[in-house]
């Protein structure tokens, strides 16, 4: 069982906004521990999406975006495209297991 | 640009050890550190620990404390990630990953898939 907890699937239509939350603890996310996200495509290694809560690295499209509140954390994407099909996850430090910690993971089916 | 290609994948059998290498390119070696995370089949991923290239300090993930050895040679821009006494359970795909310092990872190995199978 993760200590950061996502919903197992999310799903939308090309074009339309979708979030992915990430719930944790005081241990994590409510101590201020940066919150990352990354995204993996099927088959492939993942890939940094947004880092320190809201930073996008190079070449990631703006249509991504972080946000962090309390023992919580979102990723948006808007103008949803058949690409961003992909797991998403997201990871920050726990004080508990003095170690990362990733969510679940949340599949993205683009309809 | 910043490359980390790893060792091919392992058949091991219960009881074995694996060592995976990771070699990295396209930045100072020691600048950063290296993190191992590992996903199992159908699984989400998991953190196995880090190692800093400059001063040999390491971290490894409490569950795999005492099985897991990671190191690192600045000679040759390699670092090792060593699993004793394998069990099925360890079977996964194990990525290495460059480390800015600061709880993430930014860059990623293609990933190495270690069997454990009788």
């Known amino acids: 069982q993760s200590m950061l907890t996502q919903p197992p699937s999310v799903s939308g239509a090309p074009g339309q906004r979708v979030t992915f939350s990430c719930t944790g603890s005081s241990s994590n996310i409510g101590a201020n521990y940066d919150v990352h996200w990354y995204q993996q495509p099927p088959g492939t290694a993942p890939k940094l999406l947004i880092y320190n809560n809201i930073n996008r690295p190079s070449g990631v499209p703006d249509r991504f975006s972080g946000s962090k509140s309390g023992t919580s954390a979102s990723l948006a994407i808007t103008g949803l495209q058949a690409e961003d099909e992909a797991d998403y996850y997201c990871?920050?430090?726990?004080?508990?297991?003095?170690?990362?910690?990733f969510g679940g993971g949340t599949k993205l089916t683009v309809l | 640009q910043v490359q980390l290609v790893q060792s091919g994948a392992e058949v091991k059998k219960p009881g074995a050890s694996v060592r995976v290498s990771c070699k990295a390119s396209g930045y100072p070696f020691t600048s950063h550190g290296i993190t191992w995370v590992r996903q199992a089949p159908g699984q989400g991923l998991e953190w196995v620990g880090w190692v800093y290239p400059y001063n040999g300090n390491r971290k490894y993930a409490q569950k795999l404390q005492g099985r897991v050895t990671m190191t690192t040679d600045t000679s040759t821009n390699t670092a090792y990630m060593e699993l004793d006494s394998l069990i099925s359970d360890d079977t996964a795909v194990y990525y290495c990953?460059?480390?800015?310092?600061?709880?993430?990872?930014?860059?990623w190995g293609q990933g190495t898939l270690v069997t454990v199978s009788s």
């Open positions: 990871q920050s430090y726990d004080t508990g297991l003095d170690g990362w910690v």
């Open positions: 990953a460059r480390d800015p310092g600061d709880n993430r990872v930014d860059h």
